[in-house]
């Protein structure tokens, strides 16, 4: 290994990186784009559901209920109506996700201690949607009830839950920090995956071939102008994580790098191992979005429970590196995991950009073929 020929070819990378605009722009431009696309769009959290009152009683302890219900901030009443059909019209054109119906008789239920039905009809198109609100109107229409006189029965049993480590339930605390592992998995494929190709096609690798450059040197040389692109990546990302989404890091701060840089090595090794494969620019970019980014959307935890896969697909996914990445960095952001929580996650990561640059030295031959 002559350093010399590794830092010469990382330079020419770098002089290459610097005089192509597309590729600065995907380096530097990409990841904050899908950072803020990905972090303002997904979110499972629900609120100012828009709902529609069927009033029959028209008293003023349905008013009271109605009135605590949008308090609560998850509903919003965009409609009074007098006519049942006008309950299914709203929900048939979408105007509405929720329907609450009083019957004629409900203050006069309450107020002598009988039992009183309040109907409620949920939109479940979207099931996930549908749960939530479902969830939240047990809960609101409770404290609506309380607040309007209707329960005075002090229950057997005082349940007090606690959530630990993101005790106010916010989606984005658990999505936010799960975008950085896939959109280093989609930057650090995409951007080595065009390298050793884009040689092929502009006809220099035949001058490469010629020098006395070994191959684990090539491959070095031009994995380090990228790997310090990622590292200024997910600083970059890390920090907008933190003070723009307010996203709490409870962890180590270096740990965390030290962490995405085991996981930058195998995306960046492996996206080179694929343009050492295909020799095609369009095709080495098509393999490494299929490669990278569908698993690590999908299949690595991000927005989906393993636990919930399929037997075989909860084995597949023990083979996707963004897995223990996602699983890494949660436990930084929001428990304050210390190194030693995370051993196997940092050995498996390893083992991967090892195997990945291994059979990338292996795979390139200074030959025309």
């Not at 999908?298 to 927005?303: D, E, Q």
Request: hydrophobic share 55%; aromatic share 10%; with cysteine.
């Amino acid at each position: 290994m002559n350093l010399n020929r590794v830092w010469a070819m990382a330079r020419k990378e770098t002089i290459q990186i610097r005089r192509d605009p597309l590729s600065l722009a995907l380096a530097f431009l990409l990841p904050l784009i899908l950072l803020f696309i990905f972090g303002y769009a997904i979110t499972v959290d629900v609120d100012r559901l828009p709902t529609v009152v069927y009033d029959r009683d028209l008293s003023s302890m349905s008013r009271e209920v109605v009135r605590g219900l949008q308090a609560s901030g998850y509903f919003t009443i965009v409609e009074y109506v007098q006519d049942p059909a006008r309950v299914d019209a709203a929900l048939d054109r979408g105007s509405a996700q929720v329907a609450i119906s009083f019957p004629e008789d409900f203050s006069r239920h309450a107020r002598t201690g009988r039992a009183t039905q309040l109907q409620v009809i949920v939109d479940g198109s979207d099931s996930n949607t549908a749960t939530i609100a479902l969830g939240y109107l047990n809960t609101a229409l409770e404290l609506a009830a309380r607040r309007a006189g209707l329960y005075s029965i002090v229950p057997v049993i005082d349940v007090r839950p606690r959530v630990w480590y993101n005790p106010e339930l916010k989606s984005r605390n658990f999505i936010v920090p799960g975008l950085i592992a896939v959109i280093m998995a989609i930057i650090a494929a995409l951007l080595t995956s065009l390298t050793v190709a884009r040689e092929w096609e502009r006809g220099t690798m035949e001058q490469i071939i010629s020098t006395p450059v070994k191959p684990a040197e090539i491959i070095i040389g031009k994995l380090m102008p990228y790997f310090a692109i990622g590292i200024i990546d997910t600083v970059l990302a890390i920090v907008i994580v933190v003070f723009l989404f307010g996203v709490p890091l409870k962890g180590s701060f270096f740990l965390l790098l030290f962490i995405s840089c085991l996981f930058l090595f195998g995306g960046l090794s492996l996206g080179i191992l694929i343009s050492i494969v295909t020799k095609s620019q369009l095709a080495s970019s098509q393999v490494a979005l299929i490669t990278s980014y569908l698993p690590a959307l999908l299949l690595s935890g991000f927005m989906f429970s393993i636990l919930n896969m399929p037997v075989p697909l909860q084995i597949i996914t023990r083979f996707i590196p963004a897995r223990y990445f996602v699983s890494a960095i949660k436990g930084i952001f929001l428990k304050g995991n210390t190194a030693g929580m995370l051993l196997s996650e940092m050995g498996l990561l390893a083992l991967f950009g090892a195997l990945a640059f291994f059979i990338a030295i292996k795979k390139f031959k200074k030959r025309v073929t």
